[in-house]
Every structure is written in C-alpha cells, then in structure tokens.
C-alpha cells in the first residue's frame, strides 16, 4: 500500500499571536551577538516593551540599545537590572557557563525566562534551573528555534503517523568540515565561558531534532567520547587567520556518543566543528515498517535544506517515497519570541519546556562523563 501523503500536509496558516492587553515588559541579560536576534524579533511584536539590557563588558548594553533607538536603563550586573527594573521575563544571552545563575535568579525575582541554548553546561545546573522555575510558577522556554520549521514539524508528523512502526534506531548528528566560530568572537571557543564546544552549540540542534520527533524517551546509558584534536592545531584557522586560537582552544570541536533511550530506542550521535570530511552522515530513524533520511548539510546549523526520503515495502517491494521540501517563509525568530509571548499571556506551557531539554542536557552531560572516564555510565536524573 502507497504511503498517503495527505497525512503529511501542512497548515501554512500562521497562527495568530494572542496579543497582551498591556505591554509585556522585556530585559535583556548578555548582548552579544545571539541578543541582537532576540532584540530584533521583540520589536517586531506589538505588545513588547524593552525596558532594560545588561552586559558584563562597560559600556556594551548602552551600545547595544543605542543601536536600536531604545531608551531604556543599561546595567553591568545582571541582578541589579533585576532589582531595579519592573519586567515581566528576560531574555538570557550570556556565555553558557551564566545561563543556570541568571536563570535561577530572574525566576526567583518572579520572571518568566527564555534561555538561549544549551540550556546550561551540566545536567546539575539543568536540575537547579528545572526546579527554581517549578518553585517559581513562572516558565523558561530553550532556545530551540529550528524545532519551528515546517520541516522540522514534518519529522515529528511522520514519526506520529506510524508510517515508520515502532522506531528502534537513529542516526543523527551534523557536521563542519571548517567551522569553529571564532570569525566574530572567540568566547566559543573558551572553557571558562562557552563551557560546552561543538556539542553544546550544535549538537543540541540535532539531539532535539530526533528526541522531539520521538516524544523525548529519558536517557538510560550514554557511551561518549569527546576530543578537541582540530582546536587545538594552528592551522585549523588559515581560513580566518587566527592561528594563536589554537593555544585558547579548550572546548570540544568533535564527539560521537551511543546512547539507550527508554523503549529499547538506540541513538548513534556524532557532531563536528572541525573534521576531514564533507558530513558526519544523514540523520536516519529506522522502525519496524519504514525508514526515514534527513539529508546532511555542509554546514551544520540545525536545518535542512533538500527533500527527505521515506523507505518502506510495498507489495512486498522496497520503494521510497520523496516529502518535499516546505517553503513557508516565515521568520524563526519571530515564531521562537511570539509562542514565548503567548504562553506567558495565556499562563501555557513553554514552547519548548524544560522537561523535555533537561534529556537533552542529561545526554550532554553523559558524554563528558563517558569520555573522561573512560566507558559507558548511567544516566541518573534526579526528581524535579
């Protein structure tokens, strides 16, 4: 029997925003490069008033708004901003090593939160942050824009179809040939700040990519290993003529990791900031009746770009069935601000709920753990 492809249509009406009947009152917390893209976004929603920005650099948060013809206080610290300002949420855009402090704090201080990802550098700042927002009554939403796209969307709805049968294996990652980022800064690259490299930066994108699509099952046993072999080689950055990075370079450019997931459901993960060769290879979720192929990209950044493809039997035959490409044109960013916006107008769950990252965090964090000593360990969460 054919695949129906009627199940795998899509609604290309945009959701209305459900807009507040007073201005939500927004501060900003870290305004590097990723803050602009939230900035941006906030001000195309009707219903949003900047009304603070801090930066730990002098200076850098009165720049910032400045930029954006926005009078609104500027602060070095964080915490004053929240003492002294009246807000409804914050934004988070700090370096990965802040995110569970200022989270913890604006959500003590009564502040919803929307937390650029990785949601935090290890699976205990996960938890604290999970359980400061339960004790808060207040949401955090993770950064996880691609899981927006129509497309990504589209993953999701043919796992859910049952097209594929019970799923019992993925393959996911992404890969870059050359691509540490330090083109514009070099806080990526730095353990005292980034925290996490190639896998917090990147590889979150793909993990969330498939655990979405198959409704988040925990973590049970993650076999890692992590290595920083291209960061640390000078000629790794010919490209952009930066080769004193290589002495920085104290982060992760690479990990692959096999990881058990509840449902006797087998992960293989890889990821690249910096590899000799074109791909890590295809995102591939394999069940009982059909298979599905995410095509790879050249430079890995939570999207694709070309069709996928479903395997499965037909008559007895092997066939394979295209799922076109969706173009909707819509902006990710507004999509990521405005559903924020509207779970905290409608008092919803975050768009993308901490239940579901703090896996995703448990999966990071199993890696390290695996590849500093050694061999496969336990993945222990603790109760929220």
Same mark, same amino acid.
């Given at each position: 029997?054919?695949?129906?492809?009627?199940?795998?249509?899509?609604?290309?009406?945009?959701?209305?925003?459900?807009?507040?009947?007073?201005?939500?009152?927004?501060?900003?917390?870290?305004?590097?490069?990723?803050?602009?893209?939230?900035?941006?976004?906030?001000?195309?929603?009707?219903?949003?008033?900047?009304?603070?920005?801090?930066?730990?650099?002098?200076?850098?948060?009165?720049?910032?708004?400045?930029?954006?013809?926005?009078?609104?206080?500027?602060?070095?610290?964080?915490?004053?901003?929240?003492?002294?300002?009246?807000?409804?949420?914050?934004?988070?855009?700090?370096?990965?090593?802040?995110?569970?402090?200022?989270?913890?704090?604006? +959500?003590?201080?009564?502040?919803?939160?929307?937390?650029?990802?990785?949601?935090?550098?290890?699976?205990?700042?996960?938890?604290?942050?999970?359980?400061?927002?339960?004790?808060?009554?207040?949401?955090?939403?993770?950064?996880?824009?691609?899981? +927006?796209?129509?497309?990504?969307?589209?993953?999701?709805?043919?796992?859910?179809?049952?097209?594929?049968?019970?799923?019992?294996?993925?393959?996911?990652?992404?890969?870059?040939?050359?691509?540490?980022?330090?083109?514009?800064?070099?806080?990526?690259?730095?353990?005292?700040?980034?925290?996490?490299?190639?896998?917090?930066?990147?590889?979150?994108?793909?993990?969330?990519?498939?655990?979405?699509?198959?409704?988040?099952?925990?973590?049970?046993?993650?076999?890692?290993?992590?290595?920083?072999?291209?960061?640390?080689?000078?000629?790794?950055?010919?490209?952009?003529?930066?080769?004193?990075?290589?002495?920085?370079?104290?982060?992760?450019?690479?990990?692959?990791?096999?990881?058990?997931?509840?449902?006797?459901?087998? +992960?293989?993960?890889?990821?690249?900031?910096?590899?000799?060769?074109?791909?890590?290879?295809?995102?591939?979720?394999?069940?009982?009746?059909?298979? +599905?192929?995410?095509?790879?990209?050249?430079?890995?950044?939570?999207?694709?770009?070309?069709?996928?493809?479903?395997?499965?039997?037909?008559?007895?035959?092997?066939?394979?069935?295209?799922?076109?490409?969706?173009?909707?044109?819509?902006?990710?960013?507004?999509?990521?601000?405005?559903?924020?916006?509207?779970?905290?107008?409608?008092?919803?769950?975050?768009?993308?709920?901490?239940?579901?990252?703090?896996?995703?965090?448990?999966?990071?964090?199993?890696?390290?753990?695996?590849?500093?000593?050694?061999?496969?360990?336990?993945?222990?969460?603790?109760?929220?």
């Amino acid at each position: 029997m054919a695949i129906d492809m009627n199940n795998f249509s899509t609604d290309m009406t945009e959701k209305k925003a459900i807009l507040s009947e007073k201005k939500l009152r927004i501060g900003i917390i870290g305004t590097g490069g990723i803050a602009h893209s939230h900035l941006k976004a906030y001000m195309h929603q009707p219903d949003v008033e900047i009304v603070a920005a801090c930066d730990l650099i002098p200076g850098k948060a009165e720049k910032f708004l400045a930029e954006y013809g926005i009078e609104a206080p500027a602060f070095v610290d964080f915490r004053e901003m929240v003492d002294s300002v009246p807000m409804d949420a914050v934004s988070i855009c700090v370096y990965n090593r802040n995110h569970c402090v200022c989270a913890v704090y604006a +959500l003590e201080h009564g502040l919803h939160v929307l937390l650029e990802k990785p949601m935090s550098v290890t699976l205990d700042e996960a938890v604290e942050i999970c359980r400061a927002e339960k004790k808060s009554g207040k949401i955090v939403s993770v950064g996880f824009q691609p899981r +927006l796209d129509a497309n990504m969307q589209m993953i999701k709805k043919i796992v859910e179809s049952g097209e594929l049968g019970k799923v019992y294996y993925i393959q996911t990652g992404g890969g870059r040939r050359h691509g540490i980022p330090v083109s514009w800064s070099e806080t990526f690259i730095e353990n005292d700040k980034a925290g996490l490299g190639a896998v917090g930066d990147i590889g979150c994108y793909a993990l969330d990519m498939v655990l979405n699509a198959i409704g988040y099952p925990k973590p049970l046993t993650v076999t890692g290993r992590a290595t920083d072999y291209g960061g640390k080689d000078p000629a790794s950055y010919a490209e952009v003529g930066k080769p004193e990075c290589a002495e920085k370079f104290s982060v992760d450019d690479f990990a692959s990791a096999y990881i058990r997931l509840e449902g006797d459901v087998i +992960l293989d993960f890889r990821i690249s900031w910096y590899m000799h060769m074109d791909t890590t290879g295809d995102t591939l979720i394999i069940g009982t009746k059909g298979g +599905l192929r995410i095509p790879s990209t050249e430079c890995w950044n939570g999207s694709f770009d070309k069709p996928m493809t479903v395997y499965h039997d037909m008559a007895g035959k092997p066939v394979q069935t295209e799922i076109p490409l969706i173009k909707d044109g819509s902006d990710l960013w507004d999509k990521k601000i405005r559903s924020f916006l509207n779970a905290i107008i409608t008092g919803g769950e975050a768009p993308v709920p901490t239940s579901q990252i703090l896996y995703n965090q448990a999966i990071i964090d199993g890696i390290f753990r695996s590849s500093a000593l050694g061999r496969e360990v336990a993945v222990e969460i603790p109760e929220i």
